[in-house]
T-cell receptor, first 117, second 109 residues
Framework: GAVVSQHPSRVICKSGTSVKIECRSL??????MFWYRQFPKQSLMLMAT?????????EQGVEKDKFLINHASLTLSTLTVTSAHPEDSSFYIC?????????????FGPGTRLTVL | GQNIDQPTEMTATEGAIVQINCTYQ??????LFWYQQHAGEAPTFLSY??LDGLEEKGRFSSFLSRSKGYSYLLLKELQMKDSASYLC??????????WGAGTKLIIKP
């Protein structure tokens, strides 16, 4: 159980276009979903935390108008990278957690590798 | 500030034992996680410690000392597939995960 899927797994786009990444919890209801970015040979960097039905909480330095997050249901969150540029090329990973307590494990999606040309 | 320290890289031999250390300074503590991450893949959960002591799970064990702000992950009977990065993460007072930079473990035959 506790499977999280992400789609697409890999995307290449031209500079200036927008890309949407979906994160789904397949067999549980995720009250909280997290979006991370990881550059090569670096650790995970939390971008934002989203709770179903409310606005996402963005980490300092993350532009909320550029990285649009929608957590429309307990099983789906989307991250849209608007007007993507080459520096946005990265590995984007979502995770999902059920319940309100932080000691609940985060279940990670397989990640989406974004390449912006 | 909040800080998680772990070695950048370690090398070990197949069949041997390796210990990966993690020290932390965080605002509050609600548990410590270890995750394994293979290159190009998402992290997978290995262990969770919230009380002092050793938690054993097969070939992997994790230890925690809250008074020292210290944890380690012990991997026994190393296999080539254990070559990966190992991430230490602490849940702080707001239940937010603070991540270490990860330890790249290289297993040699």
């Amino acid at each position: 159980g506790a499977v999280v899927s992400q789609h697409p797994s890999r995307v290449i786009c031209k500079s200036g276009t927008s890309v949407k990444i979906e994160c789904r919890s397949l067999d549980f209801q995720a009250t909280t979903m997290f979006w991370y970015r990881q550059f090569p040979k670096q650790s995970l960097m939390l971008m934002a935390t989203s709770n179903e039905g409310s606005k996402a909480t963005y980490e300092q330095g993350v532009e909320k108008d550029k990285f649009l997050i929608n957590h429309a249901s307990l099983t789906l969150s989307t991250l849209t990278v608007t007007s993507a540029h080459p520096e946005d090329s990265s590995f984007y990973i979502c995770s999902a957690r059920y319940g309100d307590r932080g000691d609940n494990e985060q279940f990670f999606g397989p990640g989406t590798r974004l390449t912006v040309l | 500030g909040q800080n998680i320290d772990q070695p950048t890289e370690m090398t070990a031999t197949e069949g041997a034992i390796v210990q990966i250390n993690c020290t932390y300074q965080t605002s509050g503590f609600n548990g410590l996680f270890w995750y394994q991450q293979h290159a190009g893949e998402a992290p997978t959960f290995l262990s969770y410690n919230v009380l002092d002591g050793l938690e054993e799970k097969g070939r992997f064990s994790s230890f925690l000392s809250r008074s020292k702000g210290y944890s380690y992950l012990l991997l026994k009977e190393l296999q080539m597939k254990d070559s990966a990065s190992y991430l230490c993460a602490v849940s702080d007072s707001n239940y937010q995960l603070i991540w270490g930079a990860g330890t790249k473990l290289i297993i040699k035959p």
